[in-house]
Each structure stands twice: as C-alpha cells, then as structure tokens.
C-alpha cells in the first residue's frame, strides 16, 4: 500500500514525496498536505539508481513524526536521470517540467530557468501554472555541466567550493577557447603550468560556461530575468558570469536551488495523490 492515510477514515497528515535521482547527486522532499516542506534530503549518487534513491527516501522519512517508510507516503513521484529507479514511486516526470514546477511553488514571479545538472544544461520557460512553456537542452558535451566543474576544481586542486569562488577576485580574464571538456581541461592544466594567475584562469572557465547558457537561456525566452536550479547554482562566479553575459538579473531562491526538481516531483505528488 502506497497511501497510509485514507481520506475520512483518517484525520491524520498526508504526506507526499519527489524523489529527484540525478546523476551527481539523489534529492528527495517530502511535503505536507498544505503544501510545507516536511523533510528534504541531498545525498551523493551512488553508481545503482535504486540505492541512491533508498538512501535519500529513507533519510527524507525519517527527519517526519508519524513515517515510517516510503510506502507511507499518500504518493510518491521519481524524476530525474534515475526516474524509472525510484522504489514505491506512483508515477515518473521529467526533470525540466519538476523543475519547472519547483521553482514556480518557490516564487512564481520566476518565468526563466537555467539548470545545470551533473550531465546536461538546460534553459527553461515557466507558464503562468508552474507547466513548461518551452525548453531548450545541450547534451551533446559535458563542458558546462556539473561535473565538468567537479573536473577543473581537481585540476586547481581546490574543493569545489573553492573553485566556485576563485573567479571573483579576478581582475582580468584568460579566455577559455576549447569547447569540449577534454580539451578544456587540457588547456587548462596548460595556462596553470605557464604560471597564469588561477583566478584569471577561473574567470575564463565561468565565462565559457555562462555564453552556454546563454543560448540555453535565449532558446527558452528568458527576457527580464532567470533563475539558477541544481547544484551549479550555488557556484557565485558562474552567476556572476551570468548576469554579464545575459545581462539580465539572476534571482536567488529562498529554497535551496538544488532541491527544485524533487520539490516539483513532490507538488505534483501533492496535486495528484491530494484525493488518495
């Protein structure tokens, strides 16, 4: 039984859930009946979908009074790269409608997506319901994507933290001219080994990355402003980067950029799964 609760035989809370299996990282949030973010979860993927998925259910269920297991929860739906993956799911959505959804229950104001998640990039348009309005996605390469930061942060040996921050006290930019990943850590490693100062070198690398998403952004109609989701969008160089590209303002979420895609799955777990 997935529902725990069957409404007017049980008063007490319902309680729905996103799992979002991405290929970097496995998020999962839990979400009351009146729409609060009960439980919220961020664990590192492992290489099997299921157990990624497992572990941040379980975590999730266990931060609610009342839960006991994911099959507790009144309906659950997978998105992401390991949707199909997810245990006790009801349901999968993709990820670019999650996201789309997740950012318009944190502030619908936000009409524009750039999500940058460990494998692809996409640049997304939000319709006045939270549904997508249009998208646009590179997954051709990985230059741009998360792991491609995780990559050059190993070739500054910094944390990746430490990377994301590099950038901003560049005074200058060294133009990063390779397109693919490979190649651009290749150079990399090249202008680190001339002596080039690193966080010139980081400036180029943010750089490349924001004109990405520009075309991301542009295929999507983003106009007046967007907004970052996954785990790129805590990086403060890349938006810094952004807005001089885009020259548009980039809009900080009040809930962790990371979680969009689950908080989507889980309000669409909310609206479907409510009359359970």
Do not use: W
């Not at 524009?112 to 998640?117: F, H, R």
């Not at 390469?141 to 944390?159: I, K, L, P, V």
């Amino acid at each position: 039984m997935y529902a725990a609760y069957v409404a007017g035989k049980d008063s007490r809370m319902k309680y729905f859930g996103g799992c979002d299996a991405g290929s970097t990282y496995t998020k999962c949030v839990i979400l009351d009946e009146n729409g609060k973010i009960a439980a919220a979860v961020t664990k590192r993927s492992r290489i099997n979908p299921v157990l990624s998925a497992k572990d941040a259910l379980d975590e999730a269920v266990s931060q609610v009074d009342g839960l006991n297991s994911a099959e507790e929860l009144t309906y659950l739906i997978g998105t992401g790269y390991g949707r199909n993956k997810v245990p006790f799911a009801y349901e999968n959505i993709s990820e670019i409608s999650c996201h789309a959804m997740g950012v318009h229950v944190t502030d619908p104001s936000v009409k524009a997506i750039i999500d940058i998640g460990g494998q692809d990039v996409k640049g997304i348009a939000i319709d006045t319901d939270g549904t997508v309005l249009n998208f646009a996605m590179n997954d051709k390469c990985a230059a741009g994507t998360g792991r491609f930061f995780e990559s050059m942060a190993r070739a500054f040996e910094m944390s990746l933290d430490e990377f994301s921050n590099l950038s901003l006290t560049a005074k200058n930019v060294i133009p990063i001219t390779a397109q693919c990943a490979v190649f651009a850590e290749s150079e990399v490693i090249s202008l680190v080994g001339e002596g080039k100062p690193m966080e010139e070198i980081a400036a180029g690398i943010q750089l490349s990355v924001a004109k990405r998403c520009f075309v991301m952004a542009k295929k999507a109609g983003a106009a007046d402003s967007v907004t970052l989701t996954g785990g790129c969008a805590k990086n403060e160089g890349l938006k810094k980067a952004i807005e001089k590209v885009l020259k548009i303002n980039v809009v900080d979420l009040p809930t962790d950029p990371q979680l969009m895609g689950a908080l989507g799955a889980a309000e669409y777990a909310r609206q479907k799964g409510s009359n359970v």
